[in-house]
């Protein structure tokens, strides 16, 4: 579905966009399936580094990711409105 979409949106598609197109989800699928199984190292790992952290660094991480968020996906801020 991804394709026939991407395919209407660029006028001059061609072999070169096809090859480049399946190159890049065959990468997105390996790295897909190298992470798979680990969630639970990972969640370890995440683990390790929140609890080492202090109140003070705790709430600029948060500050931190929350402004990178919604600076990347501004649409984001709606879902965390408050009424």
Known sequence: ?????????????GSQHEVAWSWLWENVARMIKATMGKPAYQERALARFFNSLDETSMGIWRRD???????????????????
């Open 65 to 83: 990711v929350f402004a990178r968020f919604f600076a990347l996906a501004p649409a984001g801020q709606d879902f965390f409105k408050q009424s």
């Open 1 to 13: 579905v991804m394709l026939a979409s991407l395919r209407s949106l660029v006028k001059d598609w």
